[in-house]
């Protein structure tokens, strides 16, 4: 499932094809006809992303709602424009730029009051709030009694985290995923949060997961490095990790699976 780099990497391009502009509005598919006739011709006033959530908003006061889920994907085009599928939910185009969204797990039509509810059941956004969500991180890891591996998934701990990032993360602050919430010292929440900012900003700015430092990267720019070389971690389980060469280990937190390296990342 894209993580919260994904979302806002989408809403700062998206925004500056269509922010400020007039655009038509449409749904090959059908699934969201009326709702895109209604905001049809007007003028995109801003996008946003919180989290894993998108928010198109409209000169009519309205904002599309855009959850990608595990199968949404943005096209973005150039005129002259590619056939749009015949499944996509919305086709947003001016005479220059199109958008295409297909396969969106939530895709909706909101009102104002609507929106903050959404907004509501999200906890800090570490690429819109940076530090100054670190107060909000703190008091929400605290009252969790849950393993941290499986708190930092729980969106109110903090907005836009997935799979990827949560072993990662772990990983570069040396915390044992299966640590309790609350057990953790308040020193390594806020390097937490600090790393969870570091990396999301990163990966917003390159458009990929690339959690390895410098130093361990060698001499492979970091840009050019696959996928496979990017990370510590995930989907390395039986092999040596990088830092130390213990095997990494994987196991289940909250049905997902989760990596480690017992060595870097005692158990408390
Ligand atoms: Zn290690």
């Known amino acids: 499932m894209p993580e919260g780099h994904v979302t806002h990497r989408a809403a700062r391009l998206h925004t ?4 400020k502009k007039s655009v038509n509005v449409s749904s090959p598919q059908g699934r969201f006809s009326d709702s895109a006739q209604k905001v049809d011709g007007s003028v995109v006033e801003k996008i946003e992303a919180r989290g894993k959530h998108i928010f198109y908003w409209f000169s009519t006061g309205e904002a599309v709602h855009i959850h990608l889920g595990l199968f949404g994907k943005f096209r973005l085009s150039k005129s002259p424009f590619p056939e749009p599928s015949e499944n996509a939910r919305v ?14 797990n ?7 009051t609507e929106i903050e509810k959404v907004l509501s059941k999200l906890g800090p956004d570490p690429i819109a709030e940076g530090m100054n969500g670190l107060e909000r991180f703190q008091t929400a890891v ?6 941290v591996g499986r708190a930092l998934m729980d ?5 836009g985290l997935g799979n990827v990032f949560r072993s990662e993360l772990l990983f570069l602050t040396g915390i044992n995923p299966h640590t309790a919430s609350n ?6 929440v806020d390097q937490l949060w600090r790393t969870i900012v570091d990396a999301l900003k990163s990966a917003e700015r390159s458009g990929k997961i690339v959690t390895i430092t410098p130093e361990d990267a060698g001499d492979t720019p970091r840009s050019k ?3 496979n070389e990017s990370l510590y971690t995930y989907h390395r389980d039986g092999r040596g990790c ?17 990596w480690w390296c017992p060595n870097c990342q005692p158990a408390r």
Do not use: Y
């Not at 500056?16 to 922010?19: A, E, I």
């Not at 086709?91 to 969106?104: A, S, V």
């Not at 605290?142 to 393993?147: A, H, L, T």
């Not at 990088?242 to 989760?258: H, P, V, Y």
């Open 16 to 19: 500056k094809r269509f922010g």
């Open 91 to 104: 086709l947003i185009w001016t005479d220059d730029h199109e958008m295409q969204l297909t396969g969106p």
């Open 106 to 112: 939530t895709c909706e039509l909101l009102v104002p």
């Open 142 to 147: 605290s009252k969790r009694k849950i393993p």
């Open 155 to 159: 969106q109110k701990v903090a907005a």
């Open 183 to 188: 057990e953790l010292p308040e020193d390594q």
């Open 225 to 227: 490095l696959e996928r």
């Open 242 to 258: 990088r830092r130390c060469g213990t095997l990494i280990q994987m196991n289940k937190i909250d049905s997902r699976n989760i």
